[in-house]
């Protein structure tokens, strides 16, 4: 039993919506700036999960 998520059992849309409301760590702030662009990123080469 692991502490996260098994981030390949999810879609990028989900994973983003669950950091979008989701308590990250400080050192993991970035991850919510330009979230939006960041992800279309993400998805225009094609991941999925």
Do not use: W
């Amino acid at each position: 039993m692991g502490y996260s998520i098994d981030l390949s059992k999810i879609s990028i849309e989900a994973y983003m919506e669950i950091l979008k409301t989701q308590y990250v760590l400080p050192s993991r702030k970035i991850l919510h700036q330009d979230i939006d662009s960041s992800f279309d990123a993400i998805h225009s080469c094609n991941i999925r999960d």
